[in-house]
């Protein structure tokens, strides 16, 4: 009898002991499971450029661009392998293209669906089918296409809102995207280098220029210039980047009430600028909506001083799916090295352009960066940073 409980005392034990051993392994896993499934969810809140506060995963894998130049600004960061769809921009065959970010990388025409159309016009549906699914949505000019608020609502997807700024009078802006964008994709310090490039090489524009008196400066003008497409000679710009960075006498600049960028023929004439430049997306127009067909054909031009003499010069576009960037900088010096020959001597114009394209969208590789530079300057058939026959 005390052998019967004796081996039952035992068997009790042992099975106690092997229940507690279980119940720790189990307890063991779960908890490592559930360490896992915070770490994968783990989560910060950012503020976007409308001042709303955002929800969205610490370290996002998968994201999506809407908008006139959201993923320019994710090219500049180095983060357009992130992407995992593009708006219809991307995918359109088109003749002509200014888009370096996109000459950069082929792939977005072809290795990508397409989650809705251009200038933000999303397809909420389309992005629920995507797969993998977007960790967030970064959206420029929010008051196009698409509410913020509105997309983030119908997809469950975290939205940041941009904007998108420019180089002259809102870079503030675009510098604070940078760093938003910067702060979601977890690329920080690479966004500190791309503001750091703009602010170097827009302040050695600066101070090639700064002390040129303003009696030695010869007068210009920009026309061409393109806004949702090609548009003729008295498209303008009074705030022209490449003028300001330069301390140019641009003509047009006084007129400040040119909201519309649109000049007189009779204001043109009357101011007669000595160099006039083209932007030649203008060559889009093959006819006489075209600034070139225009200064060829129309004799109130041809009494102009800069058509006479033959200063007339192409230029990289300005506006291409929102600003060039990198091609603001790039027509810069030549601005500079056309309007001050002196003060640009020791630049070569072809390397500086090859230096903006590959350290913005070409991820250091100079090779590449090359390639989008004959791209762009041949992209109408005209090269740009050449004298135009007119």
């Not at 783990?42 to 993923?71: M, Y």
């Not at 309007?339 to 394209?357: A, M, N, Q």
């Amino acid at each position: 009898m005390k052998i019967i409980k004796t081996k039952s005392l035992s068997f009790l034990l042992i099975l106690i002991a092997t229940s507690i051993l279980i119940s720790g392994c189990v307890d063991s896993s779960s908890t490592s499971q559930s360490i896992q499934k915070q770490e994968e969810t783990a989560t910060i809140t950012v503020t976007d450029a409308l001042g709303r506060n955002v929800e969205i995963p610490e370290s996002p894998e998968h994201v999506i661009c809407s908008g006139s130049g959201a993923l320019r600004l994710l090219t500049y960061l180095e983060e357009q392998d992130k992407i995992i769809a593009v708006d219809s921009i991307e995918t359109r065959d088109s003749v002509y293209d200014a888009r370096p970010y996109a000459l950069a990388n082929p792939q977005f025409s072809t290795d990508y669906t397409v989650f809705g159309e251009f200038r933000g016009n999303d397809d909420p549906e389309k992005i629920l089918a995507l797969d993998p699914q977007p960790d967030v949505i970064l959206k420029t000019y929010s008051t196009s296409g698409y509410d913020p608020a509105e997309l983030q609502e119908k997809t469950g997807i975290p939205v940041v809102a941009l904007n998108y700024g420019d180089m002259a009078s809102n870079r503030e802006s675009m510098y604070q995207s940078l760093r938003i964008m910067g702060e979601v994709m977890d690329k920080e310090e690479r966004a500190e280098e791309v503001i750091a490039f703009f602010d170097e090489t827009i302040e050695d524009l600066n101070h090639r220029t700064a002390d040129v008196p303003a009696d030695e400066k010869t007068t210009c003008y920009v026309g061409g210039i393109a806004r949702a497409g090609p548009h003729g000679l008295q498209s303008t710009e009074p705030t022209y980047p490449p003028f300001l960075f330069t301390n140019a006498l641009n003509v047009a600049y006084a007129d400040m009430d040119l909201s519309t960028a649109e000049v007189a023929k009779e204001k043109l004439i009357e101011w007669d600028p000595e160099i006039i430049f083209v932007d030649l997306s203008t060559l889009q127009s093959e006819d006489e909506n075209s600034a070139v067909y225009q200064l060829q054909n129309d004799e109130s031009y041809s009494q102009l001083q800069a058509v006479k003499s033959g200063n007339v010069y192409g230029v990289l576009p300005y506006n291409w799916y929102t600003q060039n960037f990198g091609s603001v900088l790039a027509d810069s010096y030549f601005a500079g090295k056309l309007l001050y020959p002196d003060r640009f001597e020791d630049v070569d114009l072809k390397d500086k352009t090859v230096e903006i394209y590959t350290f913005l969208v070409c991820q250091g590789d100079e090779e590449l960066g090359r390639e989008v530079c004959d791209q762009m300057i041949n992209a109408f058939g005209t090269p740009a940073f050449t004298k135009l026959d007119v």
